[in-house]
């Protein structure tokens, strides 16, 4: 079974910054894709960052400049730094695997950015 477990949720002020980090397992993480979304309350779930297996990266635009995603082989870890937050970034966000073994997603971790 495919596990995703991300951790690094929480609360924080607007401006502030925090580290998301979503471990994975039971995957060839090598050659999966790997992607963070977020969903906010009444909205339908948005893309907010992706990496290919070989590393090139894409963002949403409402979070260029202020995030970044990066992945860690040997630790099968992917990560999405988040600086600058602001109120709308206020969401669930989830990782997210597509790859030989088709598509899963982890339990989701909370942010709320305070204004």
């Known amino acids: 079974q495919v596990q995703l477990v991300e951790s690094g949720g929480g609360l924080v002020q607007a401006g502030g910054s925090l580290r998301l980090s979503c471990a994975a397992s039971?995957?060839?993480?090598?050659?999966?894709?790997m992607g963070w979304y977020r969903q906010a309350p009444g909205k339908q779930r948005e893309l907010v960052a992706g990496?290919?297996?070989?590393?090139?990266?894409n963002y949403a635009d409402s979070v260029k400049g202020r995030f970044t995603i990066s992945r860690d082989y040997p630790k099968k870890t992917v990560y999405l730094q988040m600086n600058s937050l602001k109120p709308e970034d206020t969401a669930v966000y989830y990782c997210?695997?597509?790859?030989?073994?088709?598509?899963?997603w982890g339990q989701g971790t909370q942010v709320t950015v305070s204004s």
């Open positions: 997210s695997t597509n790859g030989p073994q088709g598509n899963y």
């Open positions: 039971r995957i060839a993480f090598s050659v999966n894709a």
């Open positions: 990496i290919t297996s070989d590393g090139n990266t």
